[in-house]
């Protein structure tokens, strides 16, 4: 497994309380056919996360409270005008909040979830909803493989494990027990990981973060945080980069089959 990191193995963990959203990071405009990029939206409240591949699609994985609006809007513009694919991993308004006017600005034709009862409220022969089922494989760009994580079946809460080529994202969207004996089940190892309810959870578990021997954490940003003391110990105790995008902004992560590039 690729282990490139551009910062090195050290502990990049700021919390910053009350410090304005940083400006978003320019974006490259092209990708080569065998690239797959992640960038990690910097929001005031909630979660978005759009996976751009070589093959001209746009994965778009939640949208963000309604207070994010214009911030969710103007970045993704900065990349791409339509959006292909709309996954919504929950019902909360940090993750959904904008959905509609995703779907309607980017000319959405696609909605997936865990539910067959999306928060979404657009009506539309154009846009089709689809229920993820538990633990099943999508792939919905070559090689670009989404595998639902569930701790029931009709759980409306689905966590993802994203796989290109060497490369891996465990999106977790919840912090619990449940979840984290189901995702013991599939990864090894992984490079990314994004970190659950906004850190508040003293989850991911030390256990867990053996297994995965994640390289980079992930954390969105809530309008009134409120971070675990004794999960930011854990992480900086086990060697991982920590991105809390209220204090670093947007960050874009490129991959290749073989290893992973974070643009500065």
């Known amino acids: 497994m690729g282990k490139f990191k551009t910062l090195g193995i050290a502990l990049i963990f700021i919390l910053v309380w009350g410090m304005d959203n940083p400006q978003t990071m320019a974006v490259e405009d092209r990708l080569s056919e065998d690239e797959v990029s992640f960038t990690f939206f910097s929001l005031t409240d909630g979660e978005s996360l759009l996976i751009t591949t070589g093959n001209d ?131 090894n190892q992984t490079e990314m990981i994004k970190i659950p309810e906004y850190a508040s959870k003293d989850f991911p578990s030390e256990e867990l973060l053996t297994q995965l021997d994640p390289h ?24 991982i980069d920590v991105y809390h995008l209220k204090r670093v902004g947007t960050i874009q992560i490129i991959c290749t089959p073989e290893d992973y590039e974070l643009q500065s």
């Open 57 to 187: 699609k746009n994965i778009l994985i939640n949208t963000g409270s309604d207070e994010s609006e214009e911030e969710l809007m103007n970045q993704i513009k900065e990349i791409t005008d339509k959006v292909d694919y709309l996954i919504l991993t929950d019902k909360t308004e940090q993750a959904c909040g904008n959905a509609d006017q995703v779907i309607d600005q980017f000319h959405v034709t696609n909605v997936i979830s865990p539910t067959s009862e999306p928060c979404v409220n657009i009506q539309s022969d154009s846009v089709e909803s689809v229920v993820w089922e538990k633990e099943k494989a999508y792939e919905l760009s070559p090689g670009l493989q989404l595998r639902t994580l569930k701790v029931s079946e009709d759980s409306d809460i689905m966590s993802l494990y994203i796989t290109y080529g060497k490369n891996s994202l465990v999106f977790m969207s919840e912090g619990s027990e449940e979840i984290e004996e189901v995702i013991k089940k599939y990864p």
């Open 216 to 239: 980079i954490a992930i954390i969105y940003n809530l309008k009134e945080p409120n971070i675990h003391a004794g999960l930011l110990e854990r992480l900086g105790e086990s060697w």
